[in-house]
């Protein structure tokens, strides 16, 4: 069996941000050699996530949108804000999106469906964080 590991790094400008990682992990999987197999790709920090979903503008709007009015960054409104952070709604946001994606390897190929794609989901951004990008297989 084969094993490739290989960390990216973003540190967005913004607040909240979503970045489409496909292509950097399309690549380390291309590297990997790997034909069959699993890449697994999570966010290694609490208040950022890993996802897969449609590449378009507007429903990233949208997941922004819909996010802030179930968890609005309000940092007097959370218990956790009260250790001195004021970040507790990206705790949330992250729980709410998720932590990691697992995609099959198929021909040496990521095996999608229509339209899919990996995200990465910043909640707490201006600073930098890592994705872990873990290919397994033969």
């Given amino acids: 069996m084969k094993s490739k590991t290989a960390y990216l790094t973003f540190n967005t400008p913004t607040r909240v941000a ?3 990682i496909t292509p950097q992990v399309r690549k380390i999987v291309e590297e990997s050699g790997v034909k069959e ?8 920090h609490i208040s950022a996530s890993v996802f897969i979903n449609d590449n378009e ?5 949208d997941f922004e949108k819909w996010l802030e009015r ?22 949330i946001k992250r729980q709410i999106m ?13 095996d999608f469906g229509p339209w ?16 872990l990008v873990k290919v ?3």
């Fill in 116 to 131: 899919e794609q990996i995200f990465y989901g910043e909640f707490d951004g201006r600073r930098p964080k890592r994705v």
């Fill in 57 to 61: 503008e507007g429903l990233h709007h």
């Fill in 18 to 20: 979503f970045v489409n």
């Fill in 70 to 91: 179930m968890v609005p960054y309000s940092p007097e409104q959370y218990m956790h804000n009260r250790t001195g952070e004021d970040n507790a709604d990206a705790h």
């Fill in 37 to 44: 197999g699993l890449v697994l790709v999570n966010a290694m």
């Fill in 136 to 138: 397994i297989g033969d």
């Fill in 98 to 110: 998720g932590r990691e994606v697992v995609v099959a390897i198929t021909n040496g190929r990521l």
